[in-house]
Each structure stands twice: as C-alpha cells, then as structure tokens.
C-alpha cells in the first residue's frame, strides 16, 4: 500500500516535473506534498519563461513536461523577447493567471497514469547502511506515516528552516501561509550533506481598484503568438496589458532613512540573495545614481483584483512599505493587500550531486529545485524533469539515465553549471551562461531532445517520430536552397536587387544577406513555400547564421570530445598512473561525472586530465 517505484516530496514546480517524468517513464510514484490545492502555486511573479528561462520551458515541453502546455491554457499575455535582436537569444516568456495555472496544473495532475497525490508533511528520511554506505528507502511524515520507494526526489523548495522577515519581524514559514519543514535538514546533516543558507523576496500584492491608472503606461503583449508547447494547437489566448509606473527621488530617501531598519542591513539577515533580482533597498543602495527604478504592475488572475508590483521587492518594516508606496505615481491611495517579506531558507550544495542529480553520497535520492541553490520556476521545474526521469529508470532498475550535456540544451548548461562549481547565490539561468547558445535556442527544443526523451519513455515514440520527420524536411528544404547557384543578372531578373559582385551564388548563401528571407527567395524557386511555417524557420534561421553555425558545431564536436567524456562512476583513481596524491584525493572526493566536472574542479592539472583521459579510453 505505501510502496512506490519514486517518492516525490514537495508539489512545486521542481516536483511537479518531477512526478510528472517518473510516471511517464512508467514508475509507481507517489508525490507527497503539504497541500494538493498548492501544487503549481507561484511564490512570487505571476509570469513564464523570459530569457533563458524561456528555452528551458520550451526544453521541458519537447521532453514531454507540463510547464508549457499550462501556461499556454492559461496565460494572459505572450510576448517574445528579444524579437528585434538575434535569433539565439529570443525568449518566449507569458503573464500568468495564477489561480488558472495552479487550477489547470492540479487537474491534469490529479489524472496522470502511474501517479498517485496524497498530502502529507514529510519530516524525516528513511535509509539503510551497508558497509558504510547509505541508501535511501522512504520518508516519514509528521503524523509518523511511512512510505517506502525505491528512489526519493526532495523538492522542498523554500521551505526547509524557512523564516520570513518583515522588518524586525520574524516568522517561521515555508511561504507566507504555509508552513516549514524542520525535520529534514537534520537528516541531510546527520549523512553528511554539506547544508547552507540562502535568502529570496517578493514584493507586497495590491488592490487593483485603488491604483490611479491614468498615471501608468501601459504594456501590451504581441500581437503574433507562439505558444510555449509544441503540442499547443489553436492558441488565440485572451491577452491583458500591465502598466508601467515607476520609484521617485521621495521614494529613495524613505529607503534610505529606513535603512538601519532593513534585515538586510541591520546583520538580521546574514544569507546571500539572487544579484539579478534585488530587493528595491538593494538597488537603491548599488546604483545611487539613479533617480528612479522601472515597476511593472502585473495583473496575478483575472479572477481577483490582484496586483503584483514587480520590482519593489523588499523586507523593510510595514510602516516604511506603507511610506513607500504614497510616492510612486498611481499608487499614492494603493490599498496593501499583503505586504513584501524576504525568506530565508536551507540548500545543499549541488556539488553533492551527480548530472542525475542523485546525491553522490546517498544513492537512489534525488535532489531538484530550490533545494539545489536555484532560484526561479523554470530552473526547478527542468531540474525536476531529469531528476524524475531518472530516479524512475533506476527505480526500474534500467541500465541507462537520462543526460543532456551544455552543447544541446540549457539543462545541460543549468545542471553542469551548479554541479561542478555549486553555488554562493541564488543561481538563475542566462542566455549567458550557454557558450552555445546559437545553437541552442527555443525554436529548436524539439530537435535537439525528443529523440532523448523518447529513448527513456518521457514522450511517446510517435511524438518523437513527428519530430524526425520534420528534421528531414527541414533537410530538404535546405538541399533544395543549395541545389544551384544564380548569377546577379538573373536574380535581378526576378527581383531580387543589391548583389553587384558579379559572383554566382546558392540561395542558401544569398539567405546570408541582411534583407533576404524565403519568401523573397520563393520568387527563383516557388517550392521553398510547400514546405511548413516552423521547416521554413529551421531553415532561415540556418541561412542567417551561415557564418557562425558551422563554428560552434566544430567547438561543440571538440567538446563532446573530450569534456563530454562521462567518467565511470566506480572508476578507482589510484590505478590511474601519473596522478598525484593530492589530485587522487579530490577527485575521490567530488567524483566528477565528465571529463568537464573533472577540468572545473580547483587544483585538477591538464597532465591529470590527458592521464584521466588515456585511462578511461584504455579500460573501455
Ligand atoms: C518569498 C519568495 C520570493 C521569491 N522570489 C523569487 C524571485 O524574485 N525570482 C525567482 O525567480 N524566484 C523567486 N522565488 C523562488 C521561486 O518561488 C522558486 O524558485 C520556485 O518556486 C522553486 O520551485 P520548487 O519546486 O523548488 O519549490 P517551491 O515552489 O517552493 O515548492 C515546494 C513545494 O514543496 C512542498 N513541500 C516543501 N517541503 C515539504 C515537505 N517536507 N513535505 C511535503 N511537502 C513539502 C511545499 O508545500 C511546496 O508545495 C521566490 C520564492 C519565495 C518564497
């Protein structure tokens, strides 16, 4: 009865994809979590994807994840990012409806095959010991029900120790309105898990109909638009602008005189907060020249009135918030539905883990999300895809996992990125952190992972197969543009104007040309317009980026190489000839996964790594 192949502890965005994988991969699983009517709740912004964030949305859909599919059912303004710069770092991102996100995610939840919800507050982890090792076996919860699984996924998001702050003010709490969890960090400490502290924000919540909208400008989403899921068909969502006000020079000085009161300032807060998202006493304090900072007032449901302003996230005490608000145009009557808190929060280091993400020191537990130093509904939730895809295939006991490296997605860039240097903030993903990112986009998710995904089951074979289909079009379609070559005379011929050099070109390379695309092309060869609207993208997008595609391909291939070497997991290091002791002993203690891991730990030399090298490819 309490036996499962995978136990998911915690219904956030981390263990929804979490649950969602393992059961798809055909494991009994069983997602434990504080309340079923929070699974999917947003703790902060009312939005979906963004830069980065928006691939990695798009990354989760293609491995049949349920992010995108909900957002596209219930967002309530879609816009892509970046449109006017280049292709490589366009972000899909949407205004969510809250209350229809989480809604929509607990249906389809509440009927997954092989998935089972139950509610539960998980204080403890069940583990046996043999010759020194530990394995997991289940948890407990706090009415002292046992459940046993194979394999368990922790997903607690913010709310191991968490403690809420408003000014001097301090509250035990997972989330304004849940509570914590005090009984798992213990255990993580006792099996030697290295734990710390990490600290987040959100702003305070208003009332709609006491903002003077006649001072805001307002924002509209696109008028083309793309849904994040690629099974979305039919997507003419209903859209609603946000507006845009912003601080003043009065709402500074507030800050500022407020600032002993702060719990950042004042030493009551001592964790370390995301760079990119800071508090609005943060900014203030960092860039004291400016005179006033961007507020996006974002609608959270069009079934309540309210109102998420983002960019004043704060923990100042509620009198100074209170101040605060009277000087920011449109808000000087805004009636406070819920005022701004910081959280602080346990993590454990994700050097713990392997690009499972099992822990290196626990086997078969899993760990994904906010748990691993991340921050952000998309970071979690992709974590929480591979961890459940593959705590399903060992709980199955299947000779294979599920791995995606830096040069195909951004999961891989995500996960390698915090298994091998961990974290000392919380860690967000950025098209900057993908060194190839011209090749790993949001329009091409499908491409590069469906065959993976449907290799472990994630997504079926015919979802997979569509996907081959469409790569051979896309082939095609880029063979027809290299089949001949024209000459300026006939191309003039048929319109197409500008090339004076004489030089005979393919279509493929005329697409190269700023002021090209398929459809003026279509007029030498009309069969480019037979092919479908996403085959003709795949291959502009190739024509366009002619120069530096084949490049990073050569970089990727150099890469897969040998960084992309996986190092066998019971390899034993003092075999290997040439390596110091000291050497021996670091890599006995992170145990890197890669080639990769093993080249971004301190101290690893390139003689160590050719040593490393040469052993793996000898003892094959
Ligand atoms: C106040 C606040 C401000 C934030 N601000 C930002 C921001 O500005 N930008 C940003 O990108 N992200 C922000 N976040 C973080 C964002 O909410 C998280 O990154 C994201 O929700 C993490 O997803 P998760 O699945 O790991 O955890 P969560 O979404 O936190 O979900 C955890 C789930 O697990 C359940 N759970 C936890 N422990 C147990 C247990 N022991 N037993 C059973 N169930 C359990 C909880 O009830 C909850 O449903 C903020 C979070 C908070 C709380």
Same mark, same amino acid.
């Given at each position: 009865m309490n036996k499962f192949d995978v136990i998911v502890v915690g219904g956030g965005h981390a263990g929804i994809e979490a649950a969602g994988a393992a059961a798809r991969v055909g494991a009994k699983t069983l997602l434990l979590t504080h309340r079923i009517s929070s699974i999917g709740d947003m703790s902060c912004n009312p939005s979906i994807g963004g830069l980065g964030k928006g691939t990695l949305v798009r990354e989760i859909d293609a491995c049949g994840g349920l992010m995108g599919k909900v957002i596209d059912k219930t967002g309530i303004q879609f816009k892509m990012l970046n449109q006017s710069k280049g292709m490589a770092v366009r972000g899909p991102r949407a205004q969510a409806d809250k209350e229809a996100y989480k809604r929509q995610m607990q249906k389809e939840l509440l009927s997954y095959p092989n998935l089972t919800v139950q509610e539960g507050a998980v204080e403890g982890l069940l583990y046996e010991t043999n010759d020194g090792k530990n394995k997991i076996t289940g948890v407990t919860t706090a009415l002292k029900e046992e459940f046993f699984a194979k394999t368990v996924i922790l997903t607690a998001g913010t709310f191991l120790n968490g403690l809420m702050h408003i000014g001097e003010n301090k509250t035990v709490g997972g989330r304004m309105g849940d509570i914590s969890c005090t009984g798992i960090t213990p255990d993580l400490i006792k099996l030697g898990f290295s734990v710390g502290r990490l600290k987040t924000g959100t702003p305070c919540r208003i009332e709609k109909d006491t903002i003077d909208w006649d001072k805001t400008t307002p924002q509209y989403g696109d008028e083309t638009l793309t849904p994040f899921s690629y099974e979305t068909k039919d997507f003419h969502p209903h859209q609603v602008p946000c507006f845009l006000t912003h601080t003043t020079e009065e709402t500074h000085q507030i800050i500022r005189q407020n600032l002993d009161r702060a719990p950042l300032y004042s030493g009551q807060i001592h964790s370390i907060g995301p760079r990119y998202c800071p508090s609005i006493e943060d900014k203030i304090v960092r860039f004291a020249s400016r005179k006033e900072h961007h507020i996006f007032l974002e609608p *959270?449901?069009? *079934?309540?009135?309210v109102i998420y302003p983002n960019g004043i996230s704060t923990s100042l005490p509620l009198d100074v918030q209170e101040a605060m608000l009277k000087t920011i145009p449109g808000l000087e009557n805004a009636k406070m539905l819920r005022p701004a808190y910081a959280i602080e929060y346990d993590y454990v280091n994700p050097q713990e883990l392997k690009p499972t993400l099992e822990t290196k020191r626990v086997e078969n537990l899993y760990l994904a999300g906010q748990i691993n130093g991340t921050t952000g509904y998309e970071e979690a939730a992709g974590q929480g895809l591979v961890a459940g895809a593959n705590a399903a295939l060992r709980a199955q006991d299947k000779d294979e996992s599920f791995l995606t490296n830096r040069t195909e997605s951004y999961l891989g860039v995500m996960i390698d990125d915090i298994i091998t240097k961990g974290v000392d903030e919380p860690y967000r993903l950025f098209t900057s952190r993908a060194e190839y990112r011209l090749s790993i986009r949001a329009d091409n998710a499908d491409i590069r992972l469906s065959e993976k995904a449907a290799k472990v089951g994630l997504i079926s074979k015919e979802r997979a197969e569509k996907v081959g289909l469409k790569k051979n079009e896309i082939e095609g379609l880029l063979k027809l543009l290299q089949e001949d070559s024209y000459a300026p005379s006939f191309l003039r011929e048929k319109g197409i104007d500008g090339i004076q050099d004489g030089a005979r070109r393919s279509l493929f390379e005329l697409l190269g040309f700023p002021n090209i695309d398929l459809e003026t092309l279509s007029k030498v060869e009309p069969k480019i317009m037979d092919f479908s609207g996403p085959v003709q993208e795949q291959a502009l997008i190739a024509g366009k980026y002619q120069g530096y595609l084949p490049r990073q391909q050569a970089d990727i291939d150099s890469f897969l190489k040998e960084e992309g070497v996986f190092i066998p997991e019971k390899i034993d290091y003092k075999k290997i000839g040439g390596l110091s002791n000291e050497i021996v002993m670091r890599l006995e203690k992170y145990r890197p996964s890669t080639i990769g891991e093993a080249l971004a730990l301190k101290g690893i030399t390139p003689a160590s790594i050719t040593a490393l090298l040469s052993y793996i490819r000898n003892n094959k």
């Open positions: *959270e449901s069009l *079934e309540n009135d």
